[in-house]
């Protein structure tokens, strides 16, 4: 599938974003969804990701409580709710998709796991 993320800018601390992936070219219902992100001169680092059934999601600790990963199967989207955004979050985010799992629960931090790969969107959060 090809995944377009979007929903990216330029924000002050404390304030919030949405960021929306599109799926086309397929279902994603079957795949377990994840939001990466890459700092300048860092590594891609894991965000949040959810399983098929929206029922399961895990997210990284430094964004524990402030970001909401979210799924709508009919709209063939996953979003990602940012809030009280820090000058930490600046960086490219990254939509990804799984092939087809098996289970319902399935949630994934490692990028490997993944298949296919969003072009990204940028945030960039101001102090």
């Known amino acids: 599938v090809q995944l377009q993320a979007s929903g990216g800018g330029l924000v002050q601390a404390g304030e919030s974003l949405r960021l929306s992936c599109v799926a086309s070219?397929?279902?994603?219902?079957?795949?377990?969804m994840g939001w990466f992100r890459q700092a300048p001169g860092q590594e891609r680092t894991f965000v949040a990701s959810i399983s098929t059934n929206g029922e399961s999601t895990w997210y990284a600790g430094s964004v524990q409580g402030r970001f909401t990963i979210s799924r709508d199967s009919a709209k063939n989207t996953v979003n990602l709710q940012m809030n009280s955004l820090k000058p930490e979050d600046t960086a490219v985010y990254y939509c990804?998709?799984?092939?087809?799992?098996?289970?319902?629960?399935?949630?994934?931090?490692?990028?490997?796991?993944?298949?296919?790969w969003g072009q990204g969107t940028q945030v960039t959060v101001s102090s």
């Open positions: 990804a998709a799984s092939g087809p799992v098996n289970s319902d629960v399935v949630v994934a931090q490692f990028a490997s796991f993944y298949n296919d």
């Open positions: 070219g397929g279902t994603i219902n079957r795949s377990t």
